[in-house]
DNA sequence: TCTGGGGTCCTAGGACCC
DNA sequence: TCTGGGGTCCTAGGACCC
């Protein structure tokens, strides 16, 4: 039988423990980044802070409520991606067969490596070593013999622990764990399973996969049976390229005026055509959603004849999108308190291609510019943000109103390849 | 006192084609 | 005469992940 080779690991409340490392007052006490006690949200806490109850994603003042000594930072987001770049070429040391899965975690497989450096779990012990001594970060790791397991093990692991799961007492391991822990089961499904009184993995592996598939649907119920019976045939694998780009700002409780939703999107289509100029990648799917007081969200999308990457196109393609969303709210003076934007339907565009034949022939903007002149634009602003800066020159004209949003080093985090 | 930002995948109905 | 079956694309919504 195969060995427990795919590594799981994962740093312990990463954003969290980044603030402790570089401010040594806020060791050992509980730590929110982001929010406050008056609002916004709590984007990770620490494990002093998880203690009460707070999690990422909570609102701040709910986290202050659990937790009355919470230390609120404001998080020095261009921190962040230097230090797990640093976690991640140690974790490279050990075998070239890393995929990472966001800024904090990644999977390994150390089949190859283990002549060089030993078992699994020394391995294992190795890596958690030169983080904590070299990045001064705890991060935990799970080891096992398919990716759902190891990622289940890092979980049980932390915090700042190992777990190496023996292929030949998975069963034993997995069977007590709630069925929470598995990859792809949330809030939603979590409750359909419990109201048919299925809690725990191992119940959910003697539940029939036919059943399972019609409380949790089709696709989903039969993932979630074979991953209960431990089938995971997936392997470490470098990451495909991304589906979609988008954008997205929170606004607070905004009417919905034209300069709001213009200045709102040209920061947001500024930003995903951008992107998707700069990795010569365009897309002919554009969705925009508008989210509305009481988390009520609408969206509204359209694929275009060809593909898009000129910043003013989509600007203006969403905008539609955006107001035939909310004319579609009963009421005048309709409250908004989200725009998105992104593209889908990727395709690669080489910056010597024109949006020529879609601007020209579409119907829709008789009287638009010429793509050509919108091209070059475009390919100047790249060109003077590449030497100067992001705020060195932008799309917006200089009477519309600012909105306050999100540092670009935040956004950048989440960020996927393109 | 009311929730960030960037993603993936699935479902379901309708249009359209052969 | 008003009817089969399969496939693909599009749109809207939703669950889930980090």
Redesign the pocket.
């Known amino acids: 039988m195969a060995g427990p080779t795919i590594l799981h690991a ?1 740093l312990d409340a ?1 954003y969290a423990s980044v603030e402790q490392l570089l401010d040594p007052r806020l060791r050992g006490r509980p730590v929110a980044v ?2 406050s006690a ?4 709590v ?2 806490a620490s494990y002093e802070a998880k203690a009460y109850g707070v999690s ?7 986290a202050a ?1 659990l937790c009355p000594a919470l230390q609120f930072v404001p998080g020095r987001f261009a921190e962040y991606q230097p230090l797990a770049d640093r976690v991640m070429d140690i974790l490279g040391d050990v075998t070239p067969a890393v995929e990472r ?5 990644a999977f390994l497989d150390v089949a190859g490596s283990t002549h060089l450096f030993g078992p699994p779990a020394a391995i294992a012990a190795l890596l958690r070593r030169r983080v904590r001594e070299e990045v001064g970060l705890p991060i935990s790791v799970g080891a096992a013999r398919t990716k759902h397991l190891a ?1 289940i093990a890092s ?1 049980v692991a932390k915090p700042d622990g190992v777990v190496v799961v023996d292929p030949e007492r998975e069963r034993e391991f997995l069977d007590p764990l709630p069925v ?13 399973l419990a109201e048919r009184g299925i809690t725990t993995i191992g119940e959910l592996a003697r539940t029939p996969s036919g059943a399972v ?1 019609r409380v ?8 979630m049976s074979a991953l209960a019976h431990n089938e995971d045939p997936r392997r470490v694998s470098g990451a ?14 905004q009417v919905a005026s034209r300069e709001l939703v213009r200045e709102v999107l040209s920061q ?1 289509a500024d ?2 055509a951008g ?1 998707l100029r700069a990795k010569d990648r365009a897309g ?4 925009v ?1 508008v ?1 509305f ?12 004849p060809g593909p898009v990457a000129a910043t003013l196109t989509l600007t203006e393609v969403a905008e539609q ?1 955006a107001w ?2 909310i004319d ?1 709210q009963p009421g005048s003076d309709v409250e908004i ?2 725009l ?1 934007v ?1 593209v ?3 395709t690669a565009q080489s910056s010597l291609q024109l949006e020529l034949p879609l601007l020209t022939d579409d119907p829709r903007r008789p009287g638009s510019e010429p793509g050509a002149a919108r091209w070059a634009v475009d390919r100047s602003v790249d060109a003077v943000r590449a030497r100067f800066g992001r705020g060195a020159v932008g799309y917006l004209p200089s009477a519309m109103p600012r909105v306050r ?2 540092p670009d080093e ?9």
Do not use: C, N, Y
Request: no cysteine; net charge positive; charged share 25%.
């Open positions: 994962d990463f982001g929010g008056r609002g916004g949200v984007l990770a990422g994603g909570m609102p701040g003042w709910r409520r899965i966001s800024i904090d975690e990622k979980q929470g822990l598995m990859w792809g089961v949330g809030p939603v499904a979590r409750e359909r598939e949790l649907g089709h696709a989903v119920g039969a993932r495909g390229r991304a589906r979609s780009v988008g954008a997205q700002s929170a606004l607070g409780r947001l930003r995903v992107r002919r799917t554009v969705t959603r989210r007081p009481g988390m009520r969200s609408v969206t509204r999308s359209t694929t275009l999108l035939q969303a579609d308190t989200l998105a992104s889908s339907g990727l949003t999100v935040f956004r950048e985090l989440a960020e996927h390849d393109l």
